[in-house]
Structure formats: C-alpha cells, structure tokens
C-alpha cells in the first residue's frame, strides 16, 4: 500500500501479461483493487499462510531498517503480511530515510472505537500529541473498522521501549513502528535505485 509501491504493483501486472506466475495478498482495499485492475491473481493469508516476499513502502525508515508505517491507514494488515513474509521489501525515496524515527512523520497507532479518547489520553502520556484521525470532518475508520491516531513526537528516542508501551494500552490494535522486520530498503533517486539491506 502506498504511492511507491503502486508503480511496483503495475510493473508486477505487466509481467503478469508476459507470463510471470505469481498470486498476490492486498494489504489494503486500495491495492486489491489495483492489482485486479493489472490482472495479478490474488489469495489470502488464510489459503497462503506463509508468503515468499512481501513489498510495501514506509513512512520513515532509519538507518537500522527500522520504519514508520501506516500512514495511508492500513497498519494492521501491512504488519501481518510483513510477518508472514520470508522476505520483506520497503521502497521508498531519499526523503523518507531518517536518523531518528519519529522525526518527520507522525506515529500511526490503530485503535478499537470503543473508549478511544481514554486510549488517547494514555497514549499522551507517553510522550506525544495524539491527533484522531479525519477525512472531510468525519473519523477515518480503518479496513478493519478501528480508528487511527496520529501520534506526533519530536523523535522517537527508544522505539522497542515506546511499541512495547503502546501495545499495553488497553484499546491499542496495532503501532506503526515496523522493527527489525525489513530485510533490505530500495531507495529510489533519480540516478537510480540505491538499495541498503542488513
């Protein structure tokens, strides 16, 4: 899910047409609706438990491959395809490489509907400004039914600390920080690709 990972979704269509055999898994509606639209035949988790690769852009990726992700709302199901993944891909341009996670991008966090302005004020209290997300003055629901909060930090000093803290919120489904599971970044520049991997 994401811009970058778009033109990757319709390069993968166009082998596709020319013979390539591969079955997909949509981490969102908006990608799942791509791919049929490139002819990418598609499974599920549930059919494909385990995957061979799995490509996805980031919010912000630091120079351990840590990243921030799920800023165009679909963490969750981004998270779980990564963890079921052998391998796992980030594209993304120079702007998203980082020093300190937390910089640049807000911290997404999915939450349950139920008691989420308590969950907020909880998540506040760790450090950031948490902002429920909107889209033309409603609440943004998530694939999964579930809010998002915007979680804005001046640099994220310990990200194993913060994930393990956030996920002892009671309300909190998923974070967007994405550690230790990315095997190599593909940077893309206009001389070209630069790719960085453990």
């Given at each position: 899910t994401g811009s970058r990972v778009r033109f990757f979704v319709e390069k993968v269509g166009e082998l596709v047409q020319k013979g390539l055999n591969v079955v997909g898994v949509p981490t969102s509606k908006s990608t799942e609706d791509l791919a049929?639209?490139?002819?990418?035949?598609?499974?599920?988790?549930?059919e494909t438990p385990t995957l061979d690769l799995a490509v996805d852009g980031a919010d912000e990726v630091d120079s351990n491959l840590n990243l921030i992700k799920g800023m165009g709302g679909a963490l969750l199901r981004e998270k779980i395809v990564a963890a079921s993944s052998k391998e796992f891909i980030v594209i993304v341009d120079s702007s998203k490489m980082v020093g300190k996670l937390g910089t640049k991008?807000?911290?997404?966090?999915?939450?349950?509907?139920?008691?989420?302005?308590?969950?907020?004020?909880?998540?506040?209290?760790l450090g950031c400004v948490p902002t429920l997300r909107s889209v033309e003055g409603q609440r943004y629901v998530t694939d999964n039914q579930n809010y998002l909060l915007e979680c804005r930090f001046e640099g994220i000093e310990d990200a194993h600390e913060l994930d393990t803290n956030l996920h002892k919120i009671p309300g909190v489904v998923e974070t967007g920080l994405f550690l230790e599971m990315a095997c190599k970044i593909v940077i893309g520049k206009e001389s070209g690709a630069e790719v960085i991997q453990k």
């Open positions: 049929n639209k490139c002819g990418i035949p598609l499974t599920t988790l549930e991008s807000p911290l997404p966090v999915e939450v349950v509907p139920f008691g989420w302005s308590s969950c907020k004020e909880w998540i506040a209290q």
